[in-house]
């Protein structure tokens, strides 16, 4: 009896916790639609027209829904790896980089590598981390030791990460043919296929592990305390004793290797071999993907798979409605700005701050990027 | 072919010039404005179909600055009044931009990839009178389009806003000292928006040129990170006027060279590509480096 009534209030807290932090985001998507649906409006189509072709198109049926799942893979690793950083309140945008340049390493051994099968798949993943970890070694080390904007650094890495893959792809390694792509990766480097419909492949129970264990650790180890105190107050927690620098490098560090296995997944589970300029910008779509998560992890789930729904029905509403896949990233976009946004609005009588990013906005030196460097 | 390349150089390097002026507006105020591609494509994409309706250079040019101004302005808004980050923004706004351009082109103007037309109006080329006979400069400088004079011209006129003007120097207080600029009484945030409406402005110049000048075409994400590059410059020369747009002009012969070069030698364009991105990190280094050697004030330095 007396148990009874006293998990009934910690029930609701919980829920009532769950409801407010899921508030904000569901917010943000519904009006992200609303929006959109006026811009379906004024191009002359049906607003419930799109958008029940685009739900059926993302979840109608294991061929769909495996599409659905396949597009959420690369989005789970980008966004957890934004999401990382963000909860530090670093900016890592360096991700579509990282992911290449991990992308490129897996590419690399996958093919070369002269070791026993059973290793070839342990060696990719390994390359793979190295690289997305070693590309976004160069921001954080300028940033703690020269302090040189990591904003910059990561948005100029990007573009050159492009070109290097690029002409490595096309000059160095190229595979024999006209496409400029590395030569295949050997079947045990693959990571398994398990459906005929898509490319959904085991990659993406890595991605959900990655996902639970980092949950797991942001709430249960000190260090994953450490690291959100350096988001909220980085002032703060090195007066309490936390190692700035060395922790910042070692998000970082995460944070890139993490991006590095969106692309370990691409080249070993999706295309087989490296291919130049591979990616659609997943690296960016992850910055969305941790926005709407609020830089949780589990959020990080549910998000991806809410924008690689939009991706997959995009596809089939081009083809079926001939509405541009395109108006997805405008929807996906609308919401990143709507997050971004702090609007002050009042509920129940109280004003509340719905503020998507406020752990990270605490950063000493945002907006003032641009005269510091 | 030596004076080819230059004579493109100076082509290729004008919507770069154009986005570097809108962004050193915003860098001199402190505001680290990303979004210039964002504002290009759109400028780009209302430039070239306006011209198409209507079949006047006039329109087009107006629709392409109207349409990124009211792109800066959104970003502005956000970043101003609803505290957004400015980064985060300026991301949203870019991709928002180009998925926008990219779905009105097909459902306005029913293609795919590549909007191209004869319909398309097309700037005629200016003779400069006494300088077309000039025996090198000659063909180097006469023969551009209107909008490629308009860029090099518009540059003493920015250093003069910038540096001769009492608004200019409220631009270059807020970006140095924003809190002594507030307590002095000088209006921050109506400021940076102004910076940023003539972010929207050059930048709807160089998407209209790009569009209307460049080539008579419009194709998605056609401004190639243009805006990125002239980001680069900026931080390159420190947001200088004269500096930025000579580093722009550098970073635009880079670019001409890696579309000829490999043509003669064979040379991979990507290395030449990459020129502006690595040259910009490098020198974003060596400040880093002076200003640590100088024992200066540098990110966190509250932890030794």
């Given at each position: 009896m007396s148990a009874a009534s006293n998990a009934r209030p910690a029930q609701q807290a919980l829920a009532s916790r769950v409801i407010r932090a899921l508030a904000g985001p569901l917010f943000a998507v519904a009006l992200s639609f609303v929006i959109g649906g006026l811009l379906v409006l004024a191009l002359g189509r049906n607003p419930l027209d799109v958008y029940g072709v685009l739900l059926t198109g993302a979840f109608s049926g294991w061929p769909n829904l495996s599409v659905t799942l396949q597009m959420m893979t690369p989005l789970l690793f980008t966004g957890l790896a934004v999401a990382i950083a963000f909860r530090s309140g670093i900016w890592n945008i360096g991700g579509e980089g990282q992911m290449l340049m991990g992308a490129l390493c897996a590419g690399i051994v996958g093919y070369a590598a002269p070791l026993p099968d059973i290793l070839m798949l342990p060696a990719c993943i390994l390359a793979a981390l190295i690289g997305g970890a070693a590309w976004a070694a160069i921001p954080a080390v300028l940033r703690v030791f020269?302090?040189?904007?990591e904003l910059v650094i990561c948005l100029m890495l990007n573009p050159i990460a492009l070109l290097l893959t690029g002409y490595i792809s096309a000059r160095v390694l190229k595979a024999p043919g006209p496409t400029n792509k590395l030569p295949d990766v050997l079947d045990s480097a693959r990571l398994a296929n398990?459906?005929?419909?898509?490319?959904?492949?085991?990659g993406i129970f890595i991605a959900l592990g990655c996902c639970f264990l980092l949950a797991v650790f942001n709430v249960a180890t000190v260090r994953g305390f450490e690291w959100k105190l350096i988001g909220l107050n980085a002032r703060f927690a090195n007066y309490g004793g936390v190692r700035i620098r060395a922790n910042v490098i070692a998000i970082m560090l995460v944070s890139g290797a993490i991006a590095g296995l969106a692309g370990a997944e691409q080249v070993l589970?999706?295309?087989g071999a490296y291919y130049?300029?591979?990616?659609?910008g997943y690296g960016f779509d992850g910055i969305a993907v941790a926005m709407l998560a609020n830089s949780n992890p589990i959020g990080v789930i549910l998000s991806s798979f809410l924008f690689g729904a939009l991706n997959s029905g995009s596809s089939v509403l081009q083809m079926q409605l001939g509405v541009s896949k395109y108006l997805v990233q405008v929807l996906q976009f609308l919401v990143v700005l709507i997050l971004a946004a702090q609007f002050t609005f009042s509920w129940r009588g109280r004003r509340r701050v719905l503020a998507a990013a406020s752990p990270a906005v605490s950063v000493p030196t945002e907006n003032r990027a641009a005269t510091e460097v | 072919m030596l004076s080819d390349i230059a004579f493109s150089s100076i082509r290729i390097a004008t919507p770069l010039i154009f986005a570097a002026l809108g962004g050193l507006y915003t860098f001199q105020a402190g505001i680290l404005n990303i979004a210039l591609d964002g504002f290009m494509i759109v400028g780009a994409f209302a430039a070239v179909s306006a011209a198409y309706a209507t079949g006047s250079l006039t329109v087009g040019i107006l629709a392409g600055v109207i349409s990124s101004i009211a792109l800066a302005a959104v970003l502005a808004l956000f970043n101003l009044r609803f505290r957004a980050h400015i980064f985060i923004a300026g991301i949203a706004v870019t991709f928002l931009a180009y998925g926008l351009t990219a779905l009105l082109l097909k459902s306005v103007l029913g293609q795919d990839g590549v909007f191209a037309s004869p319909d398309i109006p097309v700037f005629p080329p200016i003779r400069i009178p006494l300088l077309a006979d000039a025996p090198v400069l000659g063909p180097l400088l006469s023969g551009h389009t209107l909008l490629v004079y308009f860029a090099y011209l518009a540059v003493p006129c920015v250093w003069w806003t910038l540096y001769r003007t009492r608004w200019g120097l409220r631009v270059r207080m807020i970006g140095e000292a924003e809190d002594a600029a507030l307590s002095a009484g000088v209006p921050v945030e109506r400021i940076k928006f102004e910076t940023m409406v003539i972010s929207g402005l050059f930048c709807g110049l160089a998407g209209a040129y790009l569009s209307l000048g460049y080539v008579s075409l419009f194709a998605r994400q056609m401004n190639d990170e243009r805006g990125l590059i002239a980001l680069a410059a900026i931080f390159f020369a420190k947001g200088r006027p004269f500096a930025t747009t000579a580093v722009a002009l550098l970073f635009g012969v880079a670019t001409a060279l890696a579309v000829r070069l490999p043509e003669v030698t064979g040379a991979a364009p990507q290395l030449l590509q990459m020129i502006p991105y690595v040259v910009t990190v490098l020198a974003l280094v060596v400040v880093g480096w002076r200003a640590k050697r100088a024992g200066g004030q540098v990110g966190w330095r509250f932890e030794t």
């Open positions: 020269l302090g040189v904007n398990f459906t005929l419909y898509s490319q959904l492949n085991t589970g999706v295309y130049d300029n591979f990616s659609p | -």
